[in-house]
């Protein structure tokens, strides 16, 4: 009886997989961007950590007024840095975003400066991005170099030691690792894995669940000898392993573009190992298929496709949410977040790109979680299998 009953899930899964593949551009694209996802974040994070890195080498900085201070340009340009001078109307460009931060010296700087009252502006937008933060950066340094610089000068020429600016002297000492601090940026990349995989099934999905009660097809599919049990099993099944594939799709993604992408900012600092690999696909093999029958369970509500739709894309917004809480929440990990959806995946996987150990419970109470979700939503689908509103009610 039990092989009976395992035969026919299986069967189950194989019609609704060979279904919905007949599909061939929504499987196809599917399948591409999966794949596609992981080079695209990873060159795409390597360009912004490229682009960030060129700034600080070029060292060039906008300084309008630079004949009003001798000192402070050569200052500068012991510094090794590239005097540029800025556009007329570069206060408006700050605005727009199109011009890097601008240092102005005033007409009387140099004799502020020795009577000890000078003053330069930093002009800058902090609410705009591509206005060159780096440039920003520099600017400040630069000018906390020539304060200390002059601050020495005038104590030496009093006969007083320089030392007196620093009572206490600070020895840093980073404990974090290359890897650690590429992974404060990469924070990214398990956070669209997770959405990705969620995401990647919608359509099959809410197809199971919507579409079978818009197309009638729900029915004459429950008229049949198949019991209601073997009938979800077999559907859950069939979205679990759509799911399976585009998890593995995904990390064969970012795997050959670690590999023999040319991200010499990224690379260079992560490398994971196919065990690693190998647990990051344990943390994705039981939350995609959770997360699919949890769509499947929101999309049998649904009368027809698009309403089925609209409800899964509530469940997406919410995965997607919770880590973007996290993020600003500045959460560390706890034993909590294991016991959390999306967080419990975040965490680990995070850790893993850290290079961090992580611990058996790690693995377990999220598989946990998802099974039991996954499991909640089977019996919850089977009961509804058995309502007329649900087998008949349609737009």
Not at 117 to 126: C, H, R, S, T
Not at 245 to 254: D, K, P
Not at 368 to 393: H, M, P, W
Request: proline content about 4%; charged content about 20%; glycine content about 8%.
């Amino acid at each position: 009886m039990a092989i009976s009953k395992f035969k026919t899930i299986i069967t189950v899964a194989k019609k609704e997989l060979t279904d919905h593949m007949r599909d061939k551009r929504t499987t196809l694209l599917v399948l591409l961007l999966s794949i596609a996802m992981g080079p695209a974040i990873l060159m795409g994070l390597g360009y912004f950590m490229s682009s960030i890195e060129q700034k600080f080498e070029k060292k060039e900085v906008f300084v309008q007024g630079e004949t009003n201070s001798p000192a402070l340009v050569n200052f500068m340009q012991r510094q090794d840095m590239t005097i540029k001078q800025p556009k007329p109307d570069f206060r408006a460009l700050i605005k727009e975003g199109k011009h890097d931060a601008v240092l102005v010296i005033p007409e009387n700087f140099s004799q502020k400066l020795v009577e000890g009252d000078a003053k330069v502006e930093l002009v800058y937008d902090d609410t705009r991005q591509d206005t060159g933060n780096a440039a920003i950066s520099v600017l400040r340094g630069v000018m906390r170099g020539f304060n200390q610089e002059v601050a020495a000068q005038r104590l030496t020429a009093r006969g007083v030691s320089s030392a007196i600016l620093r009572p206490v002297e600070v020895e840093n000492t980073n404990l974090g690792t290359a890897a650690q601090r590429a992974a404060a940026l990469l924070f990214i990349i398990p956070w669209i894995t997770l959405i990705g995989c969620v995401t990647g099934c919608t359509s099959m999905a809410v197809d199971l669940g919507a579409g079978e009660r818009e197309r009638g097809s729900l029915e004459p599919l429950l008229m049949t000898p198949i019991a209601r049990e073997a009938l979800v099993l077999g559907k859950a099944l069939a979205v679990s392993l759509y799911a399976f594939g585009i998890a593995i799709l995904t990390l064969l993604g970012f795997a050959l573009t670690l590999k023999f992408g040319n991200l010499p900012n990224i690379g260079g600092v992560i490398s994971l190992s196919l065990q690693q690999y190998v647990v990051f696909f344990a943390m994705l093999a039981t939350f995609a298929p959770a997360m699919a029958l949890v769509q499947i369970l929101l999309s049998t509500y649904g009368r027809t496709f698009k309403e089925g739709q609209t409800y899964a894309a509530y469940a997406i917004q919410v995965i997607a949410l919770l880590p973007v809480v996290a993020l600003l929440g500045q959460f560390k990990d706890a034993t909590w977040q294991l016991f959390v959806p999306v967080l419990a995946q975040l965490m680990v996987i995070t850790r893993i790109l850290r290079g961090e150990s992580v611990e058996v419970m790690h693995y377990l109470i999220p598989a946990a979680i998802n099974i039991t979700i996954f499991v909640v939503c089977v019996v919850i689908i089977g009961r509804l299998l058995k309502q007329e509103k649900i087998i008949f009610g349609r737009a």
